[in-house]
């Protein structure tokens, strides 16, 4: 047999066996990351971990200014809330400190927080450990800023969701208003620069594609092309067994 040939085959299965059965869903701020995320878990019936939360749930505990906190200080209070995930599908749960994660971290006060606590590298080192000890414990989707750069590099399946802020801005008021709620579109849009800002300008873990990251610009798309577009290429790249057995 061709040498080339054989070693090329080797080097393929290598690399499929090095990787972690985790699919990584990356992308900015209203891209539609934890529908998509939920969507996904259900369909493959694994958990499914919405990293931005475990962000916004240190910062509403720890309050405004934590990014001016020493690091041991961050270090000290976010030990006192370790975060535990259970169930599966869109029935996984999030805990924080023993207490489920609910709706009250789901402001764009919030949101604005977490980007200030991301920009914080304790609290990213503490969050990164605490991500990938729920990776070691089996099949997982995660989604957020890093999963398949930082947290998750041997990622069996990555992708990267991408939308212009306008579009983004204009999703987040068809949800609002979805929900009775009204919003300025001129103020979401703003809203949604400034988090691009601090989530692609922060010195650890920036917001970036991995190079090995599908990049899917869903602006076209409504949730559910963009779902067919993932799962397709799951599909067409061992499916659902890729991740069993790698
Ligand atoms: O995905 P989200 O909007 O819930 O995230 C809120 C903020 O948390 C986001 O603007 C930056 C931070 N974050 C992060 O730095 N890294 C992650 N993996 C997830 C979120």
Redesign the pocket.
Known sequence: MNPARVFAETATARTTAARLPVVTLDGP?GVG?TTLARRMAEALALPYLD???M??SLALRLGPGAETLPADVVRGRCAAWPFTLAGSGAETRLFCGGVPVGDEIRTEAV?LL??RL?TVPAAREILREAQRRMGERGPLVAE????GTTVFPDARFKFFLDATPETRARRRLHDLEQRGQSEDLATLTEQIRQ?DT??RERAVAPLRAAPDALIVDTSALDINGVFQVLIQHMEANGGRDALAGS
């Open positions: 701020a990351k990293t931005g939360a962000f916004r949101g977490a980007a991301g957020g800023r890093d999963m988090r601090m989530d």
